[in-house]
Nanobody, 125 residues
């Protein structure tokens, strides 16, 4: 089993910053898994935000967040982070962390079998 727990969401004004964390645990979790962040706004599909290879060697961002968000991970702590700067109202969504059994991150949510419960991020204008 793999458990993922997100934290760090909240309410912030446009232009502000938030840092999300995702703590991974479980007997079958491997630090070799690629991990990613996805988000889902009301009435919309869950979309890819960012993904990171197990050693940080490959990182991918959605165009909408490139240059504003930074994904990272600390394998010693089994924790992944998403630093979000210059937030916009359109970033408002529930943010989910996910883990894949693959080494390289992908943009498809169907490649990630493990998911956290989500954390709400609300950006006011």
């Amino acid at each position: 089993q793999v458990q993922l727990v997100e934290s760090g969401g909240g309410l912030v004004q446009a232009g502000g910053s938030l840092r999300l964390s995702c703590a991974a645990s479980g007997r079958t979790f491997s630090t070799y898994y690629a991990m990613g962040w996805f988000r889902q706004a009301p009435g919309k599909e869950r979309e890819f935000v960012a993904g990171i290879m197990w050693n940080g060697g490959t990182i991918d961002y959605a165009d909408s967040v490139k240059g504003r968000f930074t994904i990272s991970r600390d394998n010693a702590k089994n924790t992944m982070y998403l630093q979000m700067n210059t937030l916009k109202p359109e970033d408002t969504a529930v943010y989910y962390c996910a883990a894949s059994r693959t080494l390289l991150p992908t943009r498809s949510r169907y490649d990630y079998p493990y998911w956290g419960q989500g954390t709400q991020v609300t950006v006011s204008s």
